[in-house]
């Protein structure tokens, strides 16, 4: 019996499959068949129904799209009116099993879409789960990107902690031993010649004059070394006069120490900068020449302070050796310290620094400061030599 039932649902489905593929007249004569079939078995018309949806459900929905489905179910259950036919001869009330038969196919297509609205919603689910997976994987490189950034920047000021500190230090030895070679000296010297003034004043009358002249001498001299060490530490023609005199007094003492001719061309806008702009671009030109007198062997070098239609730029280009950069900008101190420094001055106030350095053609070392940062001004350029 078991498999004369099995049997039967085989040809079932490949009867329906026949009747949905081939046409109507090739399924129905294979239905009116199957029913007879059915009737033999003493299967009834709920049984006849249910293998009917098992079919539907199991076998021919899952591969059908959600926009055919409707008339799937409508064709189907012509073929399952024309299965029942036999059956439903045989029952009393042609009218019970009309009902009945038209309740199963609501129950079918209640079902129907039911299980195409889970999928639906399932689909949708595995979609957002996907677009989460993916944000979350993003974040997740994001996050690991971010954390490595901040470990290298975090050892980059490490180091030039240690660096700037390293070169206070070597400042304060400097300035030290020159306080006392030379400003220590002289005074002890003013001292010495001002007891041998007393004792000479009541012996030698003739030679107090000569001794008090070198006296003030070294005082003279003591008084300009002094100027020297503040005009070192912070010119005040910047502070008083502006950045172009500064420069411009800076490089008149600078070609009379090292025999460098220096020209500036200035535009006059420049003045118009915040105190901390020309500050750092003062400071800037200043380790430049430092630079160019202990390492370039130049003897001409320029500087270019021009307004662009974004920006301020400053040039200061020389004729000396040139020199590997980004192996200077890799050493541990020297000339690397001077960059980084001239560097960090640049983009505390907003801007740009660079240097290029080629065999033939010198160094060149240009700071750009935005636009932003430039009070208006009609000012024309003015040039000085």
Do not use: W
């Amino acid at each position: 019996m078991k498999r004369t039932l099995f049997n039967l649902s085989r040809r079932y489905q490949d009867g329906l499959r026949a009747h949905l593929e081939k046409g109507r007249r090739t399924g129905l004569e294979l239905a009116r068949g199957i029913g007879s079939e059915a009737l033999a078995a003493g299967m009834q018309m709920l049984d006849v129904a249910t293998l009917h949806e098992q079919t539907l459900v199991c076998e021919l929905l899952p591969d059908c799209p959600a926009n055919k489905r409707a008339a799937l179910i409508k064709q189907a259950g012509i073929f399952l009116a024309v299965v029942i036919g036999p059956i439903e001869e045989t029952q009393r009330s042609a009218r019970d099993a009309s009902l009945h038969l038209k309740k199963i196919v609501e129950t079918l297509s209640l079902r129907t879409v039911q299980l195409a609205a889970s999928n639906l919603e399932l689909s949708r689910e595995i979609t957002q789960r996907k677009a989460v997976e993916k944000e979350l994987r993003k974040s997740e490189r994001q996050h690991a990107q971010s954390l490595q950034n901040s470990n290298r920047q975090q050892e980059q000021f490490r180091r030039m902690s240690r660096q700037i500190l390293l070169a206070q230090e070597d400042e304060r030895k400097r300035i030290s031993r020159e306080l006392h070679d030379v400003i220590a000296q002289t005074l002890t010297g003013i001292n010495i010649r001002l007891a041998a003034l007393k004792n000479e004043a009541a012996l030698n009358i003739q030679g107090l004059e000569l001794n008090i002249a070198r006296t003030q001498q070294l005082v003279a001299e003591s008084v300009n070394i002094v100027h020297e060490f503040a005009r070192e530490l912070r010119p005040a023609a910047l502070d008083d006069l502006g950045l172009i005199p500064a420069l411009h007094s800076f490089l008149k003492g600078f070609t009379t120490r090292t025999g460098v001719r220096a020209h500036l061309t200035a535009f006059a806008g420049v003045e118009q900068l915040d105190m901390a702009v020309r500050t750092a671009l003062f400071r800037v030109a200043q380790e430049a020449l430092t630079n160019v007198a202990r390492h370039a062997q130049a003897s001409r070098l320029d500087i270019n302070i021009q307004k662009l239609s974004d920006c301020i730029c400053m040039k200061i280009k020389d004729n000396g050796k040139s020199f590997n950069v980004g192996h200077v900008m890799r050493a541990n101190r020297g000339n690397r310290l001077g960059l980084l420094g001239m560097r960090e001055r640049v983009e505390m106030v907003g801007g740009k620094f660079s240097v290029e350095s080629t065999p033939d053609n010198g160094t060149t070392i240009e700071a750009r400061i935005p636009l932003v940062k430039v009070r208006a001004s009609r000012q024309p350029f003015n040039e000085i030599a």
